[in-house]
Nanobody
Framework: QLQASGGGLVQAGGSLRLSCAAS????????VAWFRQPPGKEREFVSA????????SYGDSVKGRFTISRDIAKNTVFLQMNNLKPEDTADYYC??????????????????WGQGTLVTVSS
Protein backbone atom coordinates (compact mmCIF):
# COMPACT_ATOMS: atom_id res chain seq x y z
CA GLN A 1 0.00 0.00 0.00
CA LEU A 2 1.37 3.41 -0.97
CA GLN A 3 0.97 6.38 1.32
CA ALA A 4 1.51 9.85 -0.13
CA SER A 5 1.73 12.83 2.17
CA GLY A 6 3.06 16.35 2.46
CA GLY A 7 0.60 18.36 0.43
CA GLY A 8 -0.81 21.66 1.60
CA LEU A 9 -1.34 25.32 0.86
CA VAL A 10 1.67 27.45 0.00
CA GLN A 11 2.28 30.83 -1.57
CA ALA A 12 3.89 31.17 -4.96
CA GLY A 13 7.65 30.91 -4.65
CA GLY A 14 7.39 28.65 -1.64
CA SER A 15 8.39 25.03 -1.14
CA LEU A 16 6.83 21.74 -0.13
CA ARG A 17 8.18 18.21 0.22
CA LEU A 18 6.00 15.27 -0.64
CA SER A 19 6.65 11.76 0.66
CA CYS A 20 5.64 8.39 -0.70
CA ALA A 21 6.05 5.38 1.58
CA ALA A 22 5.24 1.73 1.01
CA SER A 23 3.75 -0.18 3.89
CA UNK A 24 4.32 -3.90 4.05
CA UNK A 25 6.53 -3.98 0.98
CA UNK A 26 9.66 -2.55 -0.55
CA UNK A 27 10.38 -0.46 -3.61
CA UNK A 28 13.29 -2.68 -4.53
CA UNK A 29 13.31 -3.44 -8.25
CA UNK A 30 10.68 -0.85 -9.06
CA UNK A 31 10.44 2.67 -10.41
CA VAL A 32 8.55 5.13 -8.25
CA ALA A 33 6.93 8.07 -9.99
CA TRP A 34 4.95 11.16 -9.16
CA PHE A 35 2.04 12.24 -11.33
CA ARG A 36 -0.28 15.16 -10.81
CA GLN A 37 -3.77 16.05 -11.91
CA PRO A 38 -4.72 19.72 -11.91
CA PRO A 39 -8.41 20.56 -11.44
CA GLY A 40 -10.32 19.78 -14.61
CA LYS A 41 -7.24 18.58 -16.47
CA GLU A 42 -5.61 15.29 -17.39
CA ARG A 43 -3.04 13.57 -15.23
CA GLU A 44 0.54 14.44 -16.13
CA PHE A 45 3.97 13.05 -15.37
CA VAL A 46 6.05 14.93 -12.82
CA SER A 47 9.07 12.82 -11.95
CA ALA A 48 10.35 9.28 -11.49
CA UNK A 49 13.23 7.51 -9.81
CA UNK A 50 14.53 4.00 -10.28
CA UNK A 51 15.00 2.40 -6.87
CA UNK A 52 18.06 0.50 -8.07
CA UNK A 53 20.70 3.01 -9.07
CA UNK A 54 18.62 6.10 -8.40
CA UNK A 55 18.38 7.41 -11.96
CA UNK A 56 15.80 10.16 -12.27
CA SER A 57 13.46 11.71 -14.85
CA TYR A 58 11.48 14.95 -14.80
CA GLY A 59 8.62 16.49 -16.69
CA ASP A 60 9.55 19.60 -18.63
CA SER A 61 7.39 21.89 -16.50
CA VAL A 62 9.18 21.01 -13.25
CA LYS A 63 12.80 20.63 -14.35
CA GLY A 64 15.11 22.76 -12.25
CA ARG A 65 12.46 23.31 -9.56
CA PHE A 66 11.57 19.81 -8.33
CA THR A 67 13.94 17.13 -7.08
CA ILE A 68 13.05 13.50 -6.54
CA SER A 69 15.08 11.38 -4.14
CA ARG A 70 14.87 8.19 -2.14
CA ASP A 71 15.74 7.07 1.35
CA ILE A 72 16.56 3.40 1.10
CA ALA A 73 16.54 2.82 4.85
CA LYS A 74 13.09 4.36 5.20
CA ASN A 75 11.77 2.87 1.96
CA THR A 76 10.45 6.30 1.07
CA VAL A 77 10.56 8.52 -1.99
CA PHE A 78 10.54 12.28 -1.65
CA LEU A 79 9.60 15.06 -4.05
CA GLN A 80 11.12 18.37 -3.06
CA MET A 81 9.21 21.14 -4.78
CA ASN A 82 10.77 24.59 -4.85
CA ASN A 83 9.75 27.87 -6.45
CA LEU A 84 6.17 26.67 -6.64
CA LYS A 85 3.84 28.33 -9.09
CA PRO A 86 0.03 28.54 -9.14
CA GLU A 87 0.04 26.19 -12.12
CA ASP A 88 1.58 23.51 -9.87
CA THR A 89 -1.74 23.29 -8.04
CA ALA A 90 -2.95 19.70 -8.36
CA ASP A 91 -3.57 16.40 -6.68
CA TYR A 92 -0.21 14.63 -6.57
CA TYR A 93 -0.07 10.83 -6.77
CA CYS A 94 2.80 8.43 -6.30
CA UNK A 95 2.86 5.26 -8.33
CA UNK A 96 5.01 2.15 -8.66
CA UNK A 97 5.80 0.14 -11.75
CA UNK A 98 8.55 -1.33 -13.89
CA UNK A 99 8.56 0.80 -17.04
CA UNK A 100 11.42 0.78 -19.49
CA UNK A 101 13.41 4.00 -19.45
CA UNK A 102 11.65 5.50 -22.47
CA UNK A 103 8.23 4.89 -20.92
CA UNK A 104 8.63 6.25 -17.40
CA UNK A 105 6.31 9.18 -18.12
CA UNK A 106 3.33 7.05 -19.18
CA UNK A 107 0.86 6.42 -16.37
CA UNK A 108 -0.31 3.12 -17.85
CA UNK A 109 3.16 1.71 -17.02
CA UNK A 110 2.41 1.90 -13.29
CA UNK A 111 0.19 -0.58 -11.47
CA UNK A 112 0.24 0.50 -7.84
CA TRP A 113 -1.07 3.93 -6.96
CA GLY A 114 -1.33 5.83 -3.73
CA GLN A 115 -4.08 8.22 -2.77
CA GLY A 116 -3.60 11.79 -3.87
CA THR A 117 -2.19 14.58 -1.76
CA LEU A 118 -3.42 18.04 -2.65
CA VAL A 119 -0.98 20.84 -3.35
CA THR A 120 -2.45 24.32 -3.62
CA VAL A 121 -0.25 27.25 -4.64
CA SER A 122 -1.72 30.69 -4.15
CA SER A 123 -0.62 33.69 -6.22
Amino acid sequence: QLQASGGGLVQAGGSLRLSCAASGSTFSGYTVAWFRQPPGKEREFVSAIRWSGGSTSYGDSVKGRFTISRDIAKNTVFLQMNNLKPEDTADYYCAVGRPITSAVRYDQMYYYWGQGTLVTVSS
